[in-house]
């Protein structure tokens, strides 16, 4: 004997177990069959065997339910599927076996007494209107208290609303049947022990139709009348529709309002088919004395309670051809009289619109120009300003300036030509300044700078823009004269420097090193 466990939410098809017969037999021999010939699940399991491992699989045929029963015995036959004739006599060929099926308790979501809810409301419902009931059950032996909810999702402009306890449905907001006919929501089953489990229904409300649309022309008409038109001539058919569908459909009225039906220029004839004529009652009609009329009509349906509406049919006055076919309407008909035709109206216009481009073209430019495109003779070219990206050599630049000459203060002091430029013509100025004299308060220096400065405006070879230039110049008020090598590039090197001993103790050691010629006399103690 055999037994498995299987849970009540097993789905339907699926494997609930599998049991196999032992064969000495191979090959053909070895082939089972399988069937249930007796137990309580009759209906509710079936056995196949598997043609791979002889294996009897046993299926789910129908939804179980542990409150309902939890167990199935089933008496289960296993025998050969090929027999040899020769020896059918030693038979039988086949076994019995019990297969016990206890199904295991599972937790399950609420389930409606009915899947799908079907209810009607009319549309001229008040809110707070009892639309119906929806119920719900615990599947299992708990009995969880069920409260009720609606899927907003299903229910965005909250149409109606849900009793949590009892499952009543109510209008939350007036419904309006042209705009949505049926609603579909879906309602949400929750255990109050167990809110994890939810089971969900769908309610289908259907909204009932009430007469509160008036009927309306069907179509805008654009009616015309020719000026050749006899009495009794009909020259439009009207319909109407309406936005509700009354059960038994529509039926529409037609007649002139009080105030028209006695004119003497058109009348109305009702067709009884929801359509109605348009005639007219006289003849000669003249478009420069009349070129429109205006018939008003009334339209009545047949709800209850009825409901009209008055609708005004234009008419225009045309000339038209033998046939009946409008040439020319209202007040383009006194146009056409002036000679001018629909083409020609349509060129001067737009010539006339092509013109006016033109203009503001031309004044759009116009005011977008900066300056224009002849220059005054009276202005002053000065106020141009000329920008130049002239860029010196740096100090890696060793062509344009003779480095010894900025440092040295006599050398500095000869005029040369500039060679930061090439010049055009010969230098014609050449000077030599006096020299420079020690005096208070940097005064060297200024004098140094101006002369620099009146050598720069008086020289045809400097460049005719601002430029800057720079001078290595150090001055020239030390009583012990320069101390740097600035000089070595034009100086000898075989200087006397017997005077340090005559500066102090400050200088005696620079004295007892550089003071005399005879080097030996340095290193002698």
């Known amino acids: ?306 409901l009209s509406s008055t609708n005004t049919l234009s008419i225009r006055v045309c000339d038209c051809d033998s046939d009946g076919t409008p040439q020319a309407c209202g007040t383009e008909a006194f146009l056409l009289s002036a000679g001018l035709s629909t083409g020609a109206l349509v060129a001067i216009l737009a010539c006339i619109l092509t013109l006016l481009v033109l203009v503001l073209l031309i004044v759009t430019v116009r005011r977008r120009k900066k300056e224009p495109l002849i220059l005054d003779e009276d202005r002053d070219v000065r106020e141009n300003i000329v920008r130049y990206d002239d860029e010196g050599g740096g100090e890696e630049d060793t062509e344009a300036f003779d480095m010894v000459a900025l440092r040295n203060l006599n050398v500095a002091r000869d005029s040369k030509a500039r060679r930061d430029v090439t010049p055009e013509v010969p230098t014609l100025y050449c000077s030599r300044p006096p020299p420079y004299k020690i005096t208070p308060d940097n005064g060297i220096f200024r004098d140094f700078i101006w002369d620099r400065l009146k050598d720069a405006d008086v020289d045809p070879s400097a460049p005719p823009y601002d430029s800057l230039q720079t001078y290595a110049f150090e001055g020239s008020g030390s009583v012990a004269e320069s101390l740097s090598s600035l000089e070595s590039l034009s100086t000898d090197s075989e200087q006397s420097y017997d005077y340090l001993s005559d500066w102090g103790p400050r200088f005696k050691k620079l004295a007892d090193l550089y003071g005399h010629n005879d080097s030996s006399n340095i290193f002698s103690s």
């Open 1 to 306: 004997s055999y037994q498995f466990a299987v849970p009540e939410s097993l789905p339907v098809a699926s494997v609930v177990a599998k049991i196999k017969a032992l064969d000495s037999d191979v090959g053909a021999n070895a082939e089972m069959e399988y069937r249930i010939i007796e137990g309580d699940g009759l209906g509710v399991f079936r056995v196949e065997p598997d043609a791979d491992t002889q294996e009897g699989v046993i299926t789910l045929q129908k939804n179980l339910d542990f409150e309902t029963k939890s167990t199935y015995t089933l008496k289960i036959e296993a025998s050969n599927k090929n027999i040899d004739p020769r020896f059918r006599a030693q038979g039988p060929f086949s076994d019995t076996a019990m297969v016990k099926l206890v199904v295991e308790n599972v937790d399950e979501p609420p389930v409606f007494s009915s899947p799908i809810s079907r209810m009607s409301v009319s549309e001229a419902a008040k809110v707070g209107t009892i639309i119906g009931t929806v119920s719900a059950l615990d599947p299992d032996s708990t009995n969880s208290p069920i409260r009720y909810s609606i899927d907003r999702n299903t229910d965005l402009e909250r149409f109606f609303n849900i009793e949590a306890a009892t499952g009543v449905i109510s209008t939350a907001k007036p419904l309006d049947r042209e705009v949505n006919a049926v609603h579909n929501i879906t309602i949400l089953a929750i255990e109050s022990l167990d809110p994890g489990q939810v089971g969900k229904g769908i309610a289908l409300i259907t909204v009932m139709d009430v007469n509160d649309n008036a009927p309306v022309f069907a179509i805008e008409y654009e009616t015309f009348v020719c000026e050749t038109a006899q009495p009794g001539q009909v020259i439009e058919t009207i319909s109407a529709v309406d936005k509700d569908e009354p059960p038994s459909g529509h039926r529409f009225f037609f007649s002139l309002t009080a105030e028209a039906a006695g004119n003497h220029n058109f009348t109305l004839r009702d067709n009884k088919d929801n359509t109605a004529s348009v005639l007219t009652k006289r003849g000669g009609f003249q478009r420069r004395e009349q070129a429109m009329y205006r018939l008003p009509v009334l339209i009545v349906d047949s709800g209850s309670p009825a």
